[in-house]
């Protein structure tokens, strides 16, 4: 997870912003792990769920799983991410 090849599927979805926290999730992996990654990706999803989303949506699926565990972390599931998504919209 050292290369934006290996770590990003789609960076489209980036705003430049977003850029700084991809560059956050990076750091928290190669200095703490997939537990520090998995609190990284929880900050984020407590922060601003929609960067969150951006964020998630451009990473490889591979990397879904430390997603999905923050999001269960935080007290949600995929469901609820997608109804908070759309409340959002309106």
Sequence with gaps: MTKD???L?????L?????IEVNKLRRA???GGDDA???AWGDL???DLAQFSRV???FDRGHLRRIRDAVENAGYTFQDLIE???KKQH
């Design 15 to 19: 705003k430049d912003h977003d850029w």
């Design 84 to 86: 908070l998504a759309k």
């Design 45 to 47: 999803y407590r922060k």
């Design 37 to 39: 990654l998995v609190k």
């Design 9 to 13: 599927e789609d960076p489209s979805w």
């Design 29 to 31: 992996y190669e200095d």
């Design 56 to 58: 998630a949506c451009a």
């Design 5 to 7: 090849d290996d770590l």
